[in-house]
């Protein structure tokens, strides 16, 4: 069975700036700037097949953004690989991003008080996007 989503390996280093405080050591930093490896992702890898739904759940700092963004093809992985619908995310495909959306369950675009569908109404409503443009599927629990 082909996957719609295959995760291997992926992994996410930043590059943080470090520094001491004080003037003299903000002056040195322009010209000589220290940086520290951060790992925020280490070799993560999963697949999801057609038709499945899944969660991506974990504690706070664990890498769900990340990993999401990497697969919307919003940040680029430091290392692994990961397909989606047949695409690299990080190539930024057009049809690729024609294919696909991310939303994330900021406080901004989500409503915790009514379900998710209602939210996505809303949106609509705020965005003026025209029914034929916008359409609601019901995914009814097997």
Do not use: C
């Not at 992985?77 to 057009?94: E, F, H, I």
């Amino acid at each position: 069975m082909k996957d719609d989503i295959l995760v291997e390996q992926l992994s996410k280093t930043f590059q943080v700036p470090e520094r001491e405080p004080g003037f003299g050591a903000a002056m040195r930093s322009l010209f000589r700037r220290k940086y520290r490896a951060v790992q925020a992702v280490q070799q993560v890898s999963f697949s999801i097949q057609p038709g499945e739904i899944v969660g991506f759940l974990g504690p706070n700092g664990a890498g769900k953004t990340i990993t999401l963004k990497r697969l919307s093809g919003l940040l680029h992985p430091t290392g692994g690989k990961a397909r989606v619908l047949n695409y690299t995310p990080w190539s930024r495909n057009p049809d690729f991003l024609k294919s696909m959306t991310l939303v994330m369950g900021q406080r901004s675009r989500l409503s915790w008080d009514v379900p998710a569908a209602d939210s996505f109404l809303l949106n609509q409503a705020i965005y003026r996007i025209p029914e034929p443009d916008f359409k609601v599927e019901t995914i009814s629990p097997k």
